[in-house]
């Protein structure tokens, strides 16, 4: 299965995709930043900030690379079996 398109894809790209979880339908929000192993340039994991409220320190939703079923035009795909339903869900 292709998980990326074909040609590169920009950081500024990927944090105008929204991320959603397959396994509820859940939309996650829009990734802030990336893990990337310098060593091989590999990306290990996206992050997606979680919702929080005023004052409070903001999460992270960290969704490593395996995660990730699909990256396409205008959204990101990922498999998080373990998240507990939110309300705004």
């Known amino acids: 299965m292709l998980k990326c398109p074909s040609l590169p894809v920009r950081y500024s ?3 105008k995709k929204e ?3 397959t396994c509820d339908g859940c939309r996650l929000g829009y990734v802030s930043d990336l893990e990337i ?3 091989c340039g ?3 994991a996206i992050f997606v900030p979680k919702p929080h409220k005023l004052f409070a320190k903001c999460q992270y ?3 490593r690379w395996e995660q ?3 990256i396409g035009a205008d959204m990101i795909l990922v498999k998080l079996p373990k998240l ?3 309300p705004e869900c």
């Open 13 to 15: 790209e990927l944090c």
């Open 84 to 86: 507990a339903p939110k």
């Open 37 to 39: 192993d310098t060593m």
């Open 68 to 70: 990730i079923e699909r």
């Open 42 to 44: 590999r990306i290990n």
């Open 61 to 63: 939703h960290v969704i």
């Open 19 to 21: 991320v959603i979880n």
